[in-house]
Structures are given as C-alpha cells and as structure tokens.
C-alpha cells in the first residue's frame, strides 16, 4: 500500500519560514520524480517545485529563490523548504510521487501566512 504522508505545516506570519516533509512508504523511493504541489481556496491546483530522480529541480516562478525542494532517499523523504513566506502562499500543499504513468498523492496539509 504506498502512502505518502505531509508534516509541518501550519500557521506562520508573513517573512517567516516553514519545512514541509512528506515520508514515503510502499515505493521504491529513489526511482521516482518527487513533486510538491498546492492549491489556494477559488484557484487551480497548481506545481510549487519538483526533483527528479537525479535531483535536478524546478520551480514555479512564484517561489523561486524563496523556496527549495529536497530528498533524502534513505528516509524515503521528502522535503520542501519555505522562506520569506507571503499571503499569497496560503494553500493546501501536497506532495507528490510519480514514475512512469503512475502518480501517487499525499492527503494535503495546510499552510497559512497571515500578514
């Protein structure tokens, strides 16, 4: 059964920092492109940052240089660092786990700036 399950979410003031991690079990981890997505209350759900099996990453422009994504293949792990969080970044995060067709998601956490 392949879970992948969200922590460190919650509320913090605008200009302050979060870590989101998302443990995998059930996957042979090292294989798959990892993702973290999110979706804000009225919006499309949309990619924050993504890492592929070899740790080459992306970003949404909206985060760039604010946000950095991560993996540690030994804890089947992985994570997704938030500086200078603003407003605007109050959504639902969810991670994500893809190979091939597959894409598995985790069950979402939320996060919220307030300002």
């Known amino acids: 059964q392949v879970q992948l399950v969200e922590s460190g979410g919650g509320l913090v003031q605008a200009g302050g920092s979060l870590r989101l991690s998302c443990a995998a079990s059930?996957?042979?981890?090292?294989?798959?492109?990892l993702g973290w997505h999110r979706q804000a209350p009225g919006k499309q759900r949309e990619l924050v940052a993504g890492i592929t099996r070899n740790g080459s990453t992306n970003y949404a422009d909206s985060v760039k240089g604010r946000f950095a994504i991560s993996r540690d293949n030994a804890k089947n792990t992985v994570y997704l660092q938030m500086n200078s969080l603003k407003p605007e970044d109050t959504a639902v995060y969810y991670c994500?786990?893809?190979?091939?067709?597959?894409?598995?998601w985790g069950q979402g956490i939320q996060v919220t700036v307030s300002s």
């Open positions: 059930g996957i042979m981890f090292s294989v798959y492109a």
């Open positions: 994500t786990a893809g190979f091939a067709a597959t894409k598995y």
